[in-house]
């Protein structure tokens, strides 16, 4: 298990910017593709972005492709999410996932993530 923690959320007027980070405990972060989803209000939680273990392959939801961009260091056992040009229709909690194994392929689905963390609240005023 790798224990996740978000950080970087905040209330943004649309159009502006946020960083996510995602610090995670344990030595083999290196090892696990990363994902960040999102819940808004009243909503299921949806996939945003994830990130291959090393970091070469990335995927984005196509509601957010072109605005954000996922990004990691395993120096630092953390990954990020820079989000552009945000939306009110962004407002969610945001939170960061690790996939169920070492080694495991890009994935889009929570199924196929086995860590979670608290989650970051962004809100995006118009």
């Known amino acids: 298990q790798v224990q996740l923690v978000e950080s970087g959320g905040g209330l943004v007027q649309a159009g502006g910017s946020l960083r996510l980070s995602c610090a995670a405990s344990?030595?083999?972060?290196?090892?696990?593709?990363m994902g960040w989803f999102r819940q808004a209000p009243g909503k299921e939680r949806e996939f945003v972005s994830a990130i291959s273990w090393g970091g070469v392959r990335t995927s984005y939801a196509d509601s957010v492709s072109g605005r954000f961009t996922i990004s990691r260091d395993n120096a630092k056992n953390t990954v990020y999410l820079q989000m552009n040009s945000l939306k009110p229709e962004d407002t969610a909690v945001y939170v960061c996932?690790?996939?169920?194994?070492?080694?495991?392929?890009?994935?889009?689905?929570?199924?196929?993530?086995?860590?979670w963390g608290q989650g970051t609240q962004v809100t995006v005023s118009a």
């Open positions: 996932a690790a996939h169920r194994l070492p080694f495991g392929n890009i994935a889009i689905t929570e199924a196929d993530f086995g860590s």
């Open positions: 344990g030595r083999t972060f290196s090892t696990y593709t």
